[in-house]
């Protein structure tokens, strides 16, 4: 079992700036890829970021790439997401995720149904 919290959201004028952090419970971080999520209001949940157990590995929606980093210290049990160059269109709650690749180290996952635990989320509001 792994608990996921998510940490780091808020209100941020277009341009601006966020760090997203997501603390793991457990002592196996590294055999998890780990991903980010969002949901924007009336909207699905779309895949926003991933990266793979050892961290190696990393991939992006097309609309963050250079704008959002994703990165995660497995001695700390944490993943973040940098949020640069902020959007009205990126508000929405964000996710984090983990999805078991046991060894396979260099593995992610950009697809929900991979993910099998979730954090509660964290508001992201972009004002113009």
Known sequence: ???LVES?????????????????????FSSYAMGWFRRAPGKEREFVAAISGNGGSSYYQESVKGR??????????????????????????YYCA?????SRGSYYYTEGHQYV????????????
């Not at 780091?8 to 196996?28: D, F, K």
């Not at 997401?81 to 929405?92: G, I, V």
């Not at 635990?117 to 004002?127: E, F, I």
């Open 98 to 102: 983990a999805g078991w690749t046991s």
């Open 1 to 3: 079992q792994v608990q």
């Open 117 to 128: 635990y979730w954090g509660q989320g964290t508001q992201v509001t972009v004002s113009s």
């Open 8 to 28: 780091g959201g808020g209100l941020v004028q277009a341009g601006g700036s966020l760090r997203l952090s997501c603390a793991a419970s457990g002592r196996t």
């Open 68 to 93: 959002f980093t994703i990165s995660r210290d497995n001695a700390k049990n944490t993943v973040f997401l940098q949020m640069n160059s902020l959007k009205p269109e990126d508000t929405a709650v």
